[in-house]
């Protein structure tokens, strides 16, 4: 599901979900507000159909089919995307596996007629015998050249074709892992790589930072959604630009970003979120209806490092503190737990 709203119809949509999610004691969790989201928009029918059926059965929407929903609505397009680029995938190698066997045909039919070519060559003595083989050969040679030329011709189309799908696949398997408004990686992808990493062995060395932009609320109210989401795409694009190697951006949700960064110490992730801190404070953006510029921006860390016997959930709980703590004790600070 592809979500095209601008920031002010995003969150009048919102404002619209949030209460029909209190009333019916739906828990406030990523997937139910995509879910409620999309039902206040009306653009998918059958969702807002097996939504109200299931309210109208329990009263709410159970875990387990809350997922379901989500899964057969929400993200059955993204797989259907797949499973053309598998179908278009599956015909480029029937239509090979057919141009093969025309080609291997067309050679043992050769190579069948070559021999009976050389037992009548033996045994010919008259020069009309001789040049009806020869034209038999000849014939021949000309279907086999026409096979082979048209198999290589399909080897070529099949080459340029394969590439075309694969290029569409890296980039349904990019939109898949990528928040659209920063360009960072999305929360799909820190779940599944903080799951991976956890479950390694051995363990890397794995560092998680975690950045709330402070007052970001405030920010929204005073100057509008717009000024926000440009707010965002700065920082969006500093942690990029910081994370050339050995670390991941991600926007984990609103206004908080995680970084995990590979193989460094402490000390590096520090050093990191140090360096982006500074660089947010140094973000300026223009309110084009006052005409003024937005300069007071500030962030707050929380940084932890991976333990022997981490699992996802212990590591963010950590961080949440550490980010807590740096919240709590004057913003606009890091603080490693």
């Known amino acids: 599901m592809q979500y095209s709203d601008n920031s002010q119809q995003a969150a009048e949509y919102l ?3 949030v209460p029909l999610m209190v009333k019916y004691k739906i828990p406030p969790h990523p997937l139910n507000y995509a879910l409620w989201y999309t039902y206040v928009t009306h653009k998918l029918p059958r969702l807002n159909q097996d939504l109200d059926q299931t309210i109208k059965k329990y009263g709410t929407c159970p875990a387990g089919l809350e997922t379901k929903l989500f899964r057969s609505h929400l993200i ?11 179908a278009a995938l599956i015909s480029v190698a029937t239509g090979l596996n057919h141009s093969a066997e025309l080609a291997v045909e ?10 009976e070519s050389l037992q009548a060559l033996h045994e010919a003595d008259e020069a009309p015998v001789l040049e009806t083989i020869a034209q038999s050969l000849y014939n021949h040679t000309v279907k086999v050249s026409e096979a082979t030329s048209h198999f290589q011709q399909r080897i070529s189309d099949a080459q340029k074709e394969i590439k075309r799908l694969q290029e569409e696949l ?20 820190f779940d599944e790589t903080l799951i991976r990493v956890c479950n390694s062995t051995p363990k890397p060395l794995l560092a998680l930072i975690m950045l709330d932009i402070d007052h970001f609320k ?8 717009m000024l926000g989401d440009k707010v965002l795409q700065c920082l969006g694009q500093i942690i990029k630009e910081e994370c050339q190697e050995s670390a991941d951006g991600v926007r984990f ?26 660089k947010i404070q140094a973000i300026r953006v223009k309110h084009k209806a006052s005409n003024s510029i937005i300069s007071s921006i500030t962030a707050s860390f929380g940084i932890t490092i991976q333990q022997a016997f981490d699992v996802p959930e212990r590591m963010l709980e950590r961080v949440d503190q550490a980010l807590y703590q740096a919240k709590n004790t004057g913003r606009n600070k890091v603080v490693c737990i």
Do not use: C, M, P
């Open 170 to 189: 890296n980039a349904t398997r990019h939109d898949a892992y990528t928040d659209a408004l920063t360009h960072l990686y999305n929360r799909r992808f």
């Open 76 to 86: 059955s397009q993204e797989l259907g995307e797949t499973e053309k680029l598998q």
């Open 218 to 225: 405030k920010l929204n109210d005073t100057y509008g959604h």
């Open 106 to 115: 067309s050679t043992n039919d050769f190579t069948q007629l070559l021999q």
């Open 253 to 278: 949700g609103g206004e908080e970003f995680v970084i995990l960064v590979y193989e460094h110490s402490q000390e590096n992730a520090l050093a990191l979120a140090e360096r982006i801190r500074h």
């Open 15 to 17: 404002r619209q979900a």
